[in-house]
């Protein structure tokens, strides 16, 4: 099967291995001809203290006209840039094709659909919670640290009307991926959950500086429960299963589970780009401001997560 993949970081360099390794054909899609002529059409895959060079993976750049369609789509681009990367695709993407968003946070879904004003031409759109630890080290190379034997699952799948899908059966066949297609509730559920999490160890490794691992100190932990009784107060009608309490305890599970990572949030930081901040502590105080909920730790989380992309956005300068 022939997989485009939008978005070369951790995620679309760990799809693209996993792709490749099970015989499908992985396709990159770059963001321009400078970046196709640094990839040897190889990815560097290290785990468990091993180095796998993963290859015949194939690539095409962005500012080079394609009119070849795509039947499966994979968008592991940062949530701030989905919209507009899809939107540079739509002419190749028919009702027939299959995408697939995994991006971090909440509400990038509803931006992408608005692309189509035609539903009967809109793609087939299924969401993906990502709990693997992948650590982008460089381009084209990446440390995977856990989720291949995650219990709540490494990759959970989801369509919003519960429709069937060779390209989502294959996606969860992939072993190492452990990988799961859920009934739509379910998968909401756990998109929620996994906002919480990223809500609290994110922006908190991030301003600290530090891997997952040192945050379960008492501060860090202090910290991210307050973040957790605000979550829960602006998602209680959609988490009849949880309290602050459970929450905390799943974010301190998830940090002990990936210690030795490096948060996507802090990734982008040493890297100097954007963060999706927004889609994430963002997302949860704009809904609390539609309830009328006051939600400080996470406000002041925001206004210091940009406070430093604003330094560094002055620096390029």
């Known amino acids: 099967m022939q997989w485009h993949i939008l978005g070369t970081g951790a995620i679309g360099c760990l799809l693209a291995t996993h792709l490749r390794q099970a015989g499908h054909e992985a396709h990159l899609l770059l963001r321009s001809s400078q970046h196709l002529r640094r990839f040897d059409s190889s990815i560097l895959y290290d785990t468990h203290g091993t180095s796998t060079r993963v290859q015949g993976v194939t690539a095409s750049a962005l500012d080079v006209r394609d009119d070849t369609p795509i039947a499966n789509l994979i968008v592991a681009t940062k949530a701030h840039h989905t919209a507009a990367a899809l939107q540079q695709l739509a002419p190749r993407l028919s009702c027939g094709s299959a995408i697939f968003l995994l991006q971090n946070g909440m509400g990038v879904y509803e931006e992408v659909a608005g692309l189509w004003s035609d539903a009967s031409k809109q793609p087939m759109m299924w969401t993906g919670v990502v709990r693997h630890a992948v650590e982008r080290?460089?381009?084209?190379?990446?440390?995977?640290?856990?989720?291949?034997?995650?219990?709540?699952?490494?990759?959970?799948?989801?369509?919003?009307?519960?429709?069937?899908?060779?390209?989502?059966?294959?996606?969860?066949?992939?072993?190492?991926?452990?990988?799961?297609?859920?009934?739509?509730?379910?998968?909401?559920?756990r998109m929620l959950n996994k906002l919480v999490v990223n809500a609290c160890i994110n922006p908190v490794a991030t301003i600290l500086q530090c891997k997952n691992g040192r945050l379960a100190s008492a501060p860090g932990i202090t910290l991210m429960n307050q973040i957790c009784n605000e979550a829960h107060a602006v998602l209680a009608d959609q988490f009849s299963d949880q309290t602050p309490e459970t929450l905390a305890k799943m974010v301190i599970d998830t940090v002990h589970i990936t210690a030795t990572n490096t948060c996507s949030m802090r990734q982008d930081m040493l890297a100097n780009v954007p963060t999706e901040i927004d889609y994430i502590n963002g997302y949860l105080c704009n809904e609390a401001q539609k309830k009328g909920i006051d939600t400080p730790v996470n406000r002041t989380l925001v206004n210091l997560i940009h406070a430093q992309e604003a330094i560094f956005m002055q620096k390029k300068q």
């Open 137 to 189: 080290v460089a381009p084209f190379h990446i440390v995977h640290h856990s989720g291949w034997e995650d219990p709540m699952g490494g990759m959970m799948l989801g369509h919003r009307n519960d429709e069937k899908s060779e390209a989502a059966d294959a996606l969860a066949a992939l072993p190492r991926m452990n990988a799961h297609i859920l009934p739509w509730h379910e998968l909401h559920r």
